[in-house]
Structure formats: C-alpha cells, structure tokens
C-alpha cells in the first residue's frame, strides 16, 4: 500500500533520511522504532506529504505523492488518520467538535450523520456521552483515546500513530496497544506507529523497521527483532547503554 524508494532529506546540511527504503503491505501494523531525532517523524510527515523529500519516492497506492499538487495531496489525506502524540486536540472545542473537525471542516455531511459518525467513533474507543465535555476535563488517557476516535472519523484507509503511548502510565499504555490492536482488526486499515516502546511495538507490529542513521537497516517480525543478531538493533531494542550505537556517539549528543 506504501512504498518508500530512495529517500532523501538534509537539513541545515545534516542529512536525516538517506536513500531510505520501506515497504508496508496493506493491512499490516508496522512499527518503526529508532533513536530520539533520528528521523522517525520526518519520515511520517513525507507520507502524509507535509515535507518535500529532496530526492526519492513515496507512493501510496501506487500514485507518487511527492509529485502531488496541493489540491491532489489533501484528495489523499482524506484517506490518512492520525494520532498525535499529545492528542493535538482543540482545547477551545467539545469532545464532539474535535472528534468531527475533519469531516465538518473539508464535507458537506448533514449534521444528523455527523453526531451519528462521532458518537460511533468514540464508541469504538470506549467512550460514551461525553461528546459535550472540553479536552481540559479529560485525563490523559482519555484525551488519548478521543484522539483515536478524531483519527477513525474519516473512515481511512491508513492510520498513523506518534509516539502512541507516551505521556500515560503503563496500565493505559497497555489499554491504548490494545485500541489500537482493536481497531485494525475492526476496520482492517493499515497502519504505521513510531515509537521507543519497545512492549508497545512488541504487541502491536505485524512488523518492526528500524531506522538508525538515516536508513532503515532492519525490518522484520516482532520475534525476529527480539532475537535479532544485528548488534546495532540488539542494543537498541534491549536499552543496552554500551554497544555500537554509543560507541560512536558522544556524550554531548547523548543529553
């Protein structure tokens, strides 16, 4: 369903992705995992065509969104959820508002389905009346799951997921793996998540890419990374503090 071929992006003369390579098949859940600022988010911002690549490829579908004019682009959007690491949601907003912004904001969809589209969605989290609420009377996990909600609104095709359980304690990080493992089987989409949690990846991947200095160097199944006897992916999936990775890195680039 996506294809990442060669691709390539600097910036201030840094060289964050580097002829990088990724396939996702459609219906799978691949995780990809990597080192603070190592590229992981601007690898998610040019699938969803928010950074130009200086050089490369990415298709979803088959079609090279990179070559994609403004109105084409946001035609595919259409088609993406995702969750924000922090929820992203509308503090000025009800619960309602934002889980239906999308649809409202770029539809023509009759009020009574909105309500009825929205209410749904956050069944399908576990939520229920509490479209008229504001994001500041929510918990965490809660505002996490409205997210979830706003980003199946759209029916997609596609789900992207930052960073999905940060900021929550372990018992709700495992309540969020467990959406997430939910609701791929329920609508059956695609989805990417890029995470450090390695028992959040462990449980959510039908695959696992790393990317580590710009290229992915590693893609395989949740076990197969386990047992992995590359050393880099070794030390990383482990949260080893000596091997190949700090090795080569200082300790002004580790703080």
Known sequence: MIEIINLCK????????????????KGETTVIIGRSGGGKSVLMKHIVGLLTPDSGQVLINGE??????????????????????????????SVGENVAFALTE????????????????LAHVGLTNIERLKPAELSGGMRKRVGLARAICMQPEIILYDEPTTGVDPIMGDAVNELIIELHDKLKVTSIAVTHDMVSAYKIASKIA????GKI????????????????VKQFVTGAATGPITDTTSLKDMF
């Open 10 to 25: 600097t910036f201030n003369g840094k060289k964050v992705l580097d002829n990088l390579n990724l396939t996702i098949n």
């Open 217 to 232: 160097i590693m893609v395989g199944t949740p076990e197969e990374i386990q047992n992995t006897k590359n050393p880099i």
């Open 106 to 121: 770029h539809t023509s969809t009759p009020r009574a389905v909105v309500d009825e589209r929205v209410k749904k969605c």
């Open 210 to 213: 790393m990317l580590y200095e």
């Open 64 to 93: 090279d969104i990179t070559r994609m004019n403004e109105k084409e682009l946001r035609a595919v959007r259409m088609k993406i959820g995702m969750l924000f690491q922090g929820a992203a949601l509308f503090d000025s907003m």
